[in-house]
C-alpha cells in the first residue's frame, strides 16, 4: 500500500462515565428538534382537526334541533290545518242550517201573518155584527118600552099599575079585588074586572105575568102563606079561562110578609088584603141577557 493514503481517524468512544464528545451530540439533538418539531405539528394539526370535529357536532346538533323545531312547527301546522277544516266544515253546516232556519222563519213569518189578516177579518166581522146586535137590541128596546107604554095606559084604566125597573106591577087591592076576610074566592064584579085586563094582555106579546098574593098580618104565618097562594091561584085560574096562555103565567105565595101600607086598622088590612100582577115584557130581558152574555 502506498504511503499516500489517508487514514481517517475515529475518535474514541467515550470513557465510561466521561462527557460525551462534542461532536457526536449535533445529529441526536437535530434529531429530537425534528422529533418535537413532527410531534408539536402533528399536536397542533391534531387540535385544529378536533376543533373542525367540535365545530361539525356543533353544526350537527344545531341542524338537529332545526330539523325538530320544523317538525314541530309542521306538526302543529297540520294540526291548525285539521282544526281550520273542522271549522269551516262547522261553519258550511252553521251556514246551512241558518239558511234552513231562515227558510223555515219566512214560512212562520207568512203563516203568522196570515193568521193575523185571518183574526184582523174576524175582529172586524165580529165588530160588525155587535154593532148589528146593539142595533138590534136597541130597536127591541125601544119597542118594548113603546109596548109597555101602551100597557101602562091600557092597564092604568082598569087598575093602579106602576112603572118598575123590569116592567109593570098592577095592584088589585081592596078598591079592585075585594077578597073578604079570610077568603080566596072572587066575587062578579072582581072576574069583570079581569076579563077587562086579559082582553089588554091578549092585544101583546112576547110579556110574562107573574101572580103575586099578598094576606094582612092577622094569623100565623104558615097560614097566611097558604090563603096568599090560594088568591094567586083564584086569579090565575080565572085569567087562563079568559084567554091568557098558562105557560106565561106564574104563581107566588107571599103570606103577610108584604104589606102595602103598615098599620093594623081595618082599612090597611083590607088594601093588603091583595093580588099584583108583574108584567114583565120578555124581549127587554133577553136583550139584556144578550148583551150581559156578550
Excluded at 120 to 147: G, K, V
Amino acid at each position: 500500500m502506498s504511503d499516500d493514503l489517508t487514514y481517517t481517524t475515529l475518535d474514541p468512544p467515550p470513557e465510561p462515565g466521561g462527557a460525551p464528545p462534542s461532536g457526536s451530540r449535533t445529529p441526536l439533538v437535530v434529531l429530537l428538534a425534528i422529533v418535537l418539531l413532527l410531534f408539536g405539528g402533528l399536536g397542533f394539526f391534531g387540535h385544529r382537526v378536533l376543533q373542525r370535529l367540535d365545530a361539525v357536532d356543533e353544526h350537527l346538533a344545531g341542524l338537529s334541533a332545526r330539523a325538530d323545531d320544523a317538525a314541530a312547527l309542521s306538526e302543529h301546522a297540520l294540526e291548525r290545518a285539521v282544526a281550520a277544516e273542522a271549522s269551516a266544515r262547522a261553519a258550511a253546516e252553521g251556514r246551512l242550517l241558518a239558511e234552513a232556519e231562515s227558510a223555515e222563519a219566512h214560512e212562520d213569518a207568512d203563516v203568522a201573518r196570515e193568521e193575523a189578516d185571518a183574526a184582523r177579518h174576524q175582529a172586524n166581522t165580529a165588530l160588525h155584527a155587535a154593532a148589528e146586535a146593539r142595533a138590534e137590541a136597541e130597536r127591541i128596546r125601544q119597542e118594548a118600552d113603546a109596548e109597555l107604554n101602551r100597557l101602562e095606559q091600557a092597564l092604568g084604566q082598569v087598575a093602579e099599575t106602576r112603572r118598575t125597573a123590569l116592567g109593570l106591577v098592577m095592584n088589585l087591592g081592596s078598591d079592585y079585588l075585594k077578597f073578604e076576610f079570610d077568603k080566596a074566592e072572587l066575587r062578579p064584579s072582581d072576574r069583570e074586572l079581569l076579563s077587562r085586563i086579559a082582553g089588554i094582555l091578549l092585544t101583546s106579546s112576547d110579556y110574562t105575568v107573574s101572580v103575586n098574593g099578598h094576606t094582612d098580618d092577622v094569623g100565623t104565618v104558615e097560614y097566611n102563606q097558604k090563603l096568599s097562594e090560594r088568591r094567586a091561584e083564584a086569579v090565575r085560574d080565572y085569567l087562563v079561562e079568559a084567554g091568557v096562555p098558562e105557560g106565561i103565567l106564574s104563581v107566588t105565595g107571599h103570606g103577610k110578609s108584604r104589606p102595602l101600607v103598615p098599620g093594623t086598622s081595618e082599612e090597611a088590612r083590607a088594601r093588603n088584603r091583595r093580588v099584583e100582577l108583574g108584567i114583565v115584557n120578555t124581549r127587554v130581558l133577553y136583550g139584556r141577557e144578550a148583551r150581559t152574555s156578550r
